[in-house]
Nanobody, 115 residues
Framework: QVQLVESGGGLVQAGGSLRLSCVAS????????MGWFRQAPGKQRELVAT???????NYAGSVKGRFTISRDNAKNTVYLQMNSLKPEDTAVYYC?????????WGQGTQVTVSF
């Protein structure tokens, strides 16, 4: 099992920044990738960003150039730096870890961007 705990969400004005953190614990040795998803009210959960064991990254088009995913292997932590936030970024953000075909999820952290 893998446990994921997110933090760093909150309320911010449009144009502002937030940094989300996700600490992984448990059986993390064989994790292939980690990432962030988000789900806005009434919408499906969508991929925001992924970071692979190779260090390569992948971003949704809507956040490319504004968000940056990174990791600190020594701390078993993945970060999502979010800049130039927009009201449409408002959502619950979930940390995700993948091991082969098994996905693990955190409890989510709310990000609200006001006009």
């Amino acid at each position: 099992q893998v446990q994921l705990v997110e933090s760093g969400g909150g309320l911010v004005q449009a144009g502002g920044s937030l940094r989300l953190s996700c600490v992984a614990s448990g059986s993390i040795v064989s994790i292939n990738s980690m990432g962030w998803f988000r789900q806005a009210p009434g919408k499906q959960r969508e991929l925001v960003a992924t970071i692979f064991n190779s260090g390569s990254t992948n971003y949704a088009g809507s956040v490319k150039g504004r968000f940056t995913i990174s990791r600190d292997n020594a701390k078993n932590t993945v970060y999502l730096q979010m800049n130039s936030l927009k009201p449409e970024d408002t959502a619950v953000y979930y940390c995700n870890a993948r091991r082969s075909v098994v996905y693990y999820w955190g409890q989510g952290t709310q990000v609200t961007v006001s006009f």
